[in-house]
DNA sequence: CAAATAGTGTCTGTTAGACACTATCAC
DNA sequence: GTGATAGTGTCTAACAGACACTATTTG
């Protein structure tokens, strides 16, 4: 054997001899969250990079260990904090994955979150594009995967897409953020019909300015409040400006003078 | 507290400082299953009386703890089977349920699975009706709820409602499997074409008999597999009688004779 | 024959897709 | 005015609900 490679090679096998995961009479509880946001009709999810073995240098999931008298709810909010200084944004439960292979050091289960936000929230937090080609650690493509899925699904039902959007919005961007995450192209007549008629959104009677051609109308979304209900901190209210829109309050006049 | 064996030494410091395994108090892992089944327009749930305190005497789903070595849905399974007898049934991860206080005695967090069986499958296995007045122990009730609501959703889009029937079934048995899980009537005309339209069935061109009137055509599910695939044990192919049908084969004379 | 349910045909109301048209901004 | 998109109106196709009608069994 080739003795002098001395390249500090990582010492998985010397950590597995002093713990034998079959000594173990527990698994470790550990949180992963897949983070996404639309930008600029692309889907972006935020990773980090590895900086131990498995895995080092990869990209992966944001993640860490559930302590020991902290709810799985609590501890996807703290890391959702702690990594990507989000805190009041739309949070859910995902998936749980289990397999004894998944982490070569130890058995360790993993509760999969995922959170919606919209791209102004994620300022000097380091994402990458979702795409066929994306090579994420452990079995973090598959948490990415049933994201998509739950997401795509629970979009026709659910009016989980205005999390992705600044509080104000048209229904063009509504639109747009749609049709990235369905990957396909949407009536524009059925789909204003249907979100209006939903009653998921409120008029806002502003228009949007500065963009060459017929303002549309700004809405928000009706107050749902998140699916996790972090009980710290308190109720800041968004910030409803996004980079080419600047709302000015001007009343719309076919609210005002009928 | 020099030990007489010195630590070796590792490359991964951090994993160690922060993870050793002989400091981190881990939880425990177990599985719990809410195994469902439909009799008589009745939607019914297997139970367990537990003998052992925190809720001794009260009546809870079936559940255990995860081996080490041991996936989920194996641990869901071996549940299944030594619980309850079944073996190839759909069987489907719902949700992780991890509050701190969920049980009095440790932490232990609790990965959720549903089963959806035909009550001939359950001889001699306790159920009881599921009703608001059902009473179970710890967050069962809550494991219950979020199970009725997973296949409500479910049944929409997906042909689950044919797992809590025997392997042929005819189309008004189907509906009463639906109104069931649904708890409303559902128009018979639209079933029927919904249903037939959908392709996940495949008409047997056998005629019920013994019914006193008019026979219905049976119908079987269109191969689909389980959601979770159990790799022990061999196919085996499910009884098609049921205690009100008695399946001659006959050929349905509309498709025989046009 | 009567009773009871299976299965078919058809009308209607709702909704999505398609398209045409008008409205309103920046320039 | 021109260019571009917002928003409205209307026609059509697909589909669910409703109901009437025929078909087929047991007794």
Same mark, same amino acid.
């Given at each position: 054997m080739a003795q002098h490679k001395t390249k500090p090679k990582l010492d998985e096998k010397s950590f597995l001899e002093q713990y034998n995961p079959a000594d173990f009479e527990r698994p470790s509880v550990a949180v992963d969250v897949v983070i996404l946001t639309v930008k600029n009709r692309q889907l972006e999810v935020v990773v980090v990079k590895r900086t131990e073995h498995p895995f080092f240098g990869f990209l992966s999931l944001p993640g860490?260990?559930?302590g020991i008298t902290e709810s799985l709810d609590a501890a996807a909010? =703290?890391?959702l904090k702690s990594k990507a200084k989000l805190e009041r944004v739309f949070l859910e439960q995902l998936y749980t994955f289990g397999s004894p292979s998944r982490d070569p050091r130890m058995r360790i289960i993993a509760v999969a979150y995922y959170a919606l936000v919209p791209p102004e929230k994620l300022h000097g937090i380091k994402t990458q594009m979702v795409s066929p080609e994306l090579l994420l650690a452990f079995d973090h493509n598959a948490?990415?995967?049933?994201?998509?899925? =739950?997401?795509?699904g629970k979009l026709e039902y659910a009016p989980i897409s205005t999390e992705l959007l600044p509080e104000q919005f048209t229904l063009r961007q509504l639109q747009d953020v749609h049709e990235t995450i369905l990957g396909r192209r949407l009536n524009k007549d059925a789909f204003r019909r249907k979100m209006l008629a939903s009653g998921q959104l409120t008029p806002t009677g502003i228009l949007e300015t500065g963009q060459g051609f017929r303002p549309a109308e700004l809405f928000r979304s009706k107050e749902q409040g998140t699916a996790v209900n972090i009980s710290q901190g308190q109720s800041t209210s968004v910030k409803g400006s996004q980079k080419q829109i600047k709302a000015k309050v001007r009343l719309n006049p076919k609210k005002g003078t009928p």
């Open positions: 860490g260990f559930v909010a =703290r890391l948490m990415l995967e049933i994201a998509l899925e =739950r997401i795509r």
